[in-house]
């Protein structure tokens, strides 16, 4: 069975070809910057990972998402380099779609009422469900016959309990506007949780959790019984951890002083709070290799600052997860960029919680590698685990399961 996966974005679109029986990767790949009338790019790779890796990059105008897709229609089933002789090959494609508002609960088949779900939850996610419905109906018109799943983001959200993902505001209020807390990365949460469970080789339904998905944006799953009971991002991104450039929780009554103060739109609000502030905010970079560096190289107060302040939002929402949990903790789950590569963070968040049961290993925290592995000591509980996600292999997972439910 293959499995196509697109993730379009509003001037992008992100593409991987599965083949399930090995979970293997036949071809991958990224069209940025498509509408510039500038050009755009596409980069192809073939069979990642093998010894048969190769690199396409074309450089054309890609004047919208139907050009884009067309043009890797063409690599992937070119008579000589392509990976398939036949679009009917593929099964099902599955798409990353961001938001499924209120009552959208699970992953689904692509139909007219899939849609309008789409549709509709373009006010709670105006940047991405828009260019989502796009690439869905583009995968209609240039893959016909073969079927198209959602995959929401925020599926993982939804089985919260209603006293996690209600708000303390007017509730005629919430209902009217779809308010709620939603979280994201939930196609990530989803993938370490099952992993995790596989890991420790325990029954999905005995296990609990807390994973932490640290990149640019960063979020905490509470996962009981294998099941997210709560989870630090909102009704948007911004909630929860300090993040590249987004701020997180801040006393939301920091908004109207703003706007009162300095006379600032609503919409140059958002973008101060999700654009400029964060780590950008803090000490003017965004990336934790830079600044580690700034930090222990050049003795930078602000990046010292970023970073404690970055480790402490993360170590507050892990402890009231814990609790959440009643310390009955499977295991701690680290990945992303972050969560996956930064030892110093990871040390941080866990350092002095042995009175919780919680013992880094530091030699095996220490240890760079790609590979699923514990960090922990033996006697630890939890255990400690970098686990890398793969969103793109989940959405495929998800959208054979829907098939096959079919
Ligand atoms: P996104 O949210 O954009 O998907 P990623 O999960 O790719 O983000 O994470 C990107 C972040 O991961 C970078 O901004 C950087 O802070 C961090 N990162 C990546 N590699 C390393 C590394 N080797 N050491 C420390 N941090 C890293």
Same mark, same amino acid.
């Given at each position: 069975?293959?499995?196509?996966?697109?993730?379009?974005?509003?001037?992008?679109?992100?593409?991987?070809?599965?083949?399930?029986?090995?979970?293997?990767?036949?071809?991958?790949?990224?069209?940025?910057?498509?509408?510039?009338?500038?050009?755009?790019?596409?980069?192809?790779?073939?069979?990642?990972?093998?010894?048969?890796?190769?690199?396409?990059?074309?450089?054309?105008?890609?004047?919208?998402?139907?050009?884009?897709?067309?043009?890797?229609?063409?690599?992937?089933?070119?008579?000589?380099?392509?990976?398939?002789?036949?679009?009917?090959?593929?099964?099902?494609?599955?798409?990353?779609?961001?938001?499924?508002?209120?009552?959208?609960?699970?992953?689904?088949?692509?139909?007219?009422?899939?849609?309008?779900?789409?549709?509709?939850?373009?006010?709670?996610?105006?940047?991405?469900?828009?260019?989502?419905?796009?690439?869905?109906?583009?995968?209609?018109?240039? $893959?016909?016959?073969?079927?198209?799943?959602?995959?929401?983001?925020?599926?993982?959200?939804?089985?919260?309990?209603?006293?996690?993902?209600?708000?303390?505001?007017?509730?005629?209020?919430?209902?009217?506007?779809?308010?709620?807390?939603?979280? $994201?990365?939930?196609?990530?949460?989803?993938?370490?949780?099952?992993?995790?469970?596989?890991?420790?080789?325990?029954?999905?339904?005995?296990?609990?959790?807390?994973?932490?998905?640290?990149?640019?944006?960063?979020?905490?799953?509470?996962?009981?019984?294998?099941?997210?009971?709560?989870?630090?991002?909102?009704?948007?991104?911004?909630?929860?951890?300090?993040?590249?450039?987004?701020?997180?929780?801040?006393?939301?009554?920091?908004?109207?002083?703003?706007?009162?103060?300095?006379?600032?739109?609503?919409?140059?609000?958002?973008?101060?709070?999700?654009?400029?502030?964060?780590?950008?905010?803090?000490?003017?970079?965004?990336?934790?290799?830079?600044?580690?560096?700034?930090?222990?190289?050049?003795?930078?107060?602000?990046?010292?600052?970023?970073?404690?302040?970055?480790?402490?939002?993360?170590?507050?929402?892990?402890?009231? $997860?814990?609790?959440?949990?009643?310390?009955?903790?499977?295991?701690?789950? $680290?990945?992303?960029?972050?969560?996956?590569?930064?030892?110093?963070?990871?040390?941080?968040?866990?350092?002095?919680?042995?009175?919780?049961?919680?013992?880094?290993?530091?030699?095996?925290?220490?240890?760079?590698?790609?590979?699923?592995?514990?960090?922990?000591?033996?006697?630890?509980?939890?255990?400690?685990?970098?686990?890398?996600?793969?969103?793109?292999?989940?959405?495929?997972?998800?959208?054979?399961?829907?098939?096959?439910?079919?």
């Amino acid at each position: 069975m293959k499995i196509l996966v697109l993730n379009a974005g509003s001037s992008s679109c992100k593409y991987k070809l599965f083949q399930m029986e090995d979970q293997s990767v036949l071809c991958s790949g990224l069209v940025e910057r498509i509408g510039d009338p500038n050009g755009g790019t596409l980069s192809h790779k073939i069979a990642p990972d093998t010894d048969k890796e190769e690199k396409i990059f074309l450089e054309n105008p890609y004047p919208d998402h139907s050009v884009a897709i067309l043009q890797v229609i063409k690599l992937i089933t070119d008579p000589e380099k392509g990976v398939i002789k036949d679009l009917k090959e593929i099964s099902v494609i599955g798409h990353r779609v961001l938001h499924g508002g209120f009552y959208q609960t699970a992953p689904a088949l692509v139909d007219e009422k899939t849609k309008d779900t789409i549709r509709k939850a373009f006010p709670l996610g105006p940047l991405h469900n828009p260019a989502n419905l796009t690439g869905i109906e583009v995968a209609e018109k240039l $893959f016909p016959g073969v079927p198209n799943v959602a995959v929401f983001d925020t599926a993982f959200g939804m089985k919260m309990p209603r006293e996690a993902y209600t708000y303390a505001l007017p509730q005629d209020l919430c209902r009217e506007l779809q308010i709620r807390r939603y979280g $994201f990365h939930g196609t990530s949460h989803t993938y370490l949780v099952h992993r995790g469970a596989a890991f420790m080789k325990k029954d999905l339904k005995d296990f609990n959790c807390i994973t932490l998905h640290l990149g640019n944006g960063s979020s905490l799953g509470c996962v009981k019984n294998g099941e997210c009971i709560d989870t630090s991002m909102g009704l948007t991104p911004l909630e929860g951890l300090v993040m590249g450039t987004r701020c997180g929780s801040i006393d939301p009554a920091i908004v109207p002083y703003l706007i009162e103060q300095k006379g600032m739109t609503a919409q140059e609000v958002d973008t101060l709070m999700n654009k400029k502030s964060g780590l950008l905010g803090l000490c003017g970079k965004t990336d934790m290799r830079d600044i580690h560096k700034l930090a222990d190289e050049e003795n930078n107060e602000d990046a010292k600052l970023a970073r404690t302040m970055l480790i402490r939002s993360i170590k507050k929402t892990l402890g009231a $997860f814990f609790f959440l949990l009643g310390g009955k903790v499977d295991a701690l789950i $680290f990945s992303a960029g972050i969560g996956e590569n930064d030892n110093i963070v990871r040390k941080g968040v866990l350092d002095g919680l042995e009175g919780l049961g919680i013992k880094l290993d530091e030699k095996l925290n220490n240890v760079r590698s790609g590979e699923e592995r514990c960090i922990s000591m033996p006697d630890s509980k939890p255990c400690v685990l970098i686990l890398p996600t793969n969103e793109e292999l989940q959405i495929a997972l998800t959208a054979a399961e829907v098939l096959n439910a079919q």
